[in-house]
């Protein structure tokens, strides 16, 4: 596994990946403006295909985990877990404090990867997300680095 930086030429897979695991995705565009803004996005390649991705914001003392993915068909394989070990060391090594980032309630098995990660729950932000019937809440979780 090779986790490197996302660029420009990984758009394309990226949102594809995107759409093909989230209900409500992210657009190109809001990767094209992570990228611009100088977010940590990383892709990671297994023989030459994205299997995976994350967007993180640095912010002060802590990174804030916009977005992670895995393709279904190399989820529960431990990409996310190496994935977000590498994201946590890169922000450890830049001084950050903590990761910080938010998860819909009804998604157990990220809620679980995430405790299994070592985050915890800290608070709820109401109607944070979009949901097929209203909004849904967020629980944010966070990990000291």
Same mark, same amino acid.
């Given at each position: 596994?090779?986790?490197?930086?996302?660029?420009?030429?990984?758009?394309?897979?990226?949102?594809?990946?995107?759409?093909?695991?989230?209900?409500?995705?992210?657009?190109?565009?809001?990767?094209?403006?992570?990228?611009? *803004?100088?977010?940590?996005? /990383?892709?990671?390649? #297994?023989?030459?295909?994205?299997? $995976?991705? +994350? %967007? &993180?914001?640095?912010?002060?003392?802590?990174?804030?985990?916009?977005?992670?993915?895995?393709?279904?068909?190399?989820?529960?394989?431990?990409?996310?877990?190496?994935?977000?070990?590498?994201?946590?060391?890169?922000?450890? *090594?830049?001084?950050?404090? /903590?990761?910080?980032? #938010?998860?819909?309630?009804?998604? $157990?098995? +990220? %809620? &679980?990867?995430?405790?299994?990660?070592?985050?915890?729950?800290?608070?709820?932000?109401?109607?944070?997300?979009?949901?097929?019937?209203?909004?849904?809440?967020?629980?944010?979780?966070?990990?000291?680095?």
């Amino acid at each position: 596994m090779n986790v490197a930086p996302m660029t420009d030429a990984d758009l394309a897979e990226v949102g594809a990946l995107e759409e093909r695991v989230q209900a409500f995705p992210w657009s190109s565009g809001n990767f094209r403006d992570a990228l611009a *803004a100088g977010y940590d996005c /990383r892709v990671v390649r #297994e023989d030459g295909k994205l299997t $995976a991705f +994350a %967007v &993180a914001m640095r912010a002060v003392d802590e990174v804030h985990l916009l977005v992670i993915a895995v393709a279904p068909e190399r989820q529960r394989a431990g990409l996310g877990s190496r994935l977000l070990k590498s994201l946590c060391a890169e922000a450890r *090594a830049a001084g950050m404090a /903590r990761l910080l980032l #938010e998860v819909r309630p009804s998604n $157990a098995a +990220a %809620v &679980a990867f995430y405790q299994h990660a070592g985050f915890a729950e800290i608070g709820r932000r109401r109607g944070y997300y979009p949901a097929h019937e209203g909004r849904e809440d967020a629980i944010v979780m966070a990990k000291p680095l």
